[in-house]
């Protein structure tokens, strides 16, 4: 039997939504007892059960709707003849609740700066990963808020990366040592994010820039990423450039295209 609570994290982990559908009250003998759960996938399939039949279904199609609206719902089903044309007998409620893709950031270089950004991302609901390339700065005790650690050659992870279209990218390897490669990589496999963002100078920047679209992958994504990274509300301390990108992060997140003070907003 499928453990739902252990696939549950795992999809959160996998950045996979879902509707989990659980049987709340159940008759007697109806096939969906109290307990029983299934989850509900955007493609149209499920693991676990409510109860199988025509019962599950007509939950499976409600699911699929609230794949569309994102809104939790309350279902109540008569397991008569009359009722959806079950012989079972009594009424069975089903809750359906949606749980979204959690919002996942790569961050490429586990420095000083990783050490500040990563627990305002974390406080905002980011599943962060860090990328480092050096042993001693790759750790739990370096990044202990970090979700995923992983010390790994930075080309050689972004090879096999698997990114979704509502993940995160931030790149501030130490010295900038590794940016350019790591944002070819990027750029070569067509590499498609949210918000890519990477530090710099405004000097350095375009011509880290020239030098990928020198490579012509066929793409615009170069154009898209925010560098130097953050908003111009810092002055040179790594936390209040921390906030800086945290800000800007978000602005991309909640579609904000122009910066005001709130006083300024009529």
Do not use: W
Not at 23 to 44: H, N
Not at 95 to 124: D, M, T
Not at 147 to 165: A, P
């Amino acid at each position: 039997m499928i453990d739902i609570l252990k696939k549950m994290v795992e999809n959160q982990k996998n950045g996979k939504s879902f509707v989990l559908a659980t049987v709340v009250e159940g008759a007697e003998k109806s096939p969906g007892r109290s307990g029983f759960k299934m989850i509900s996938y955007l493609d149209g399939t499920s693991e676990g059960t409510v109860g199988g039949g025509e019962l599950e279904k007509l939950v499976l199609e409600k699911c699929s709707e609230i794949h569309r609206s994102k809104q939790n719902d309350f279902l109540s089903f008569n397991l008569t003849k009359s009722g959806i044309g079950m012989l079972c007998g009594g009424d069975v409620k089903v809750y359906c609740e949606y749980f979204s893709a959690p919002r996942k950031v790569f961050a490429f270089g586990g420095g000083h700066l990783c050490q500040s950004l990563i627990p305002l991302l974390k406080s905002v609901g980011f599943y962060c990963v860090v990328i480092d390339n050096r042993e001693e700065f790759a750790s739990k005790n370096n990044l202990p808020k970090a979700d995923e650690i992983i010390f790994s050659n930075y080309v050689d992870f972004v090879e096999k990366m698997q990114l979704t279209s509502n993940d995160a990218i931030v790149i501030f390897t130490h010295g900038h040592l590794h940016d350019l490669e790591i944002l070819d990589k990027i750029c070569e496999r067509n590499l498609v994010a949210k918000y890519v963002g990477m530090i710099g100078s405004k000097v350095k920047v375009p011509d880290t820039i020239k030098k990928i679209k020198q490579k012509k992958y066929g793409n615009n994504l170069v154009d898209s990423v925010n560098a130097p990274i953050g908003l111009n509300v810092a002055k040179t301390t790594t936390p209040e450039i921390a906030v800086a990108i945290i800000a800007e992060i978000l602005a991309k997140y909640n579609g904000v295209e122009k910066i005001e003070f709130m006083k300024d907003i009529k």
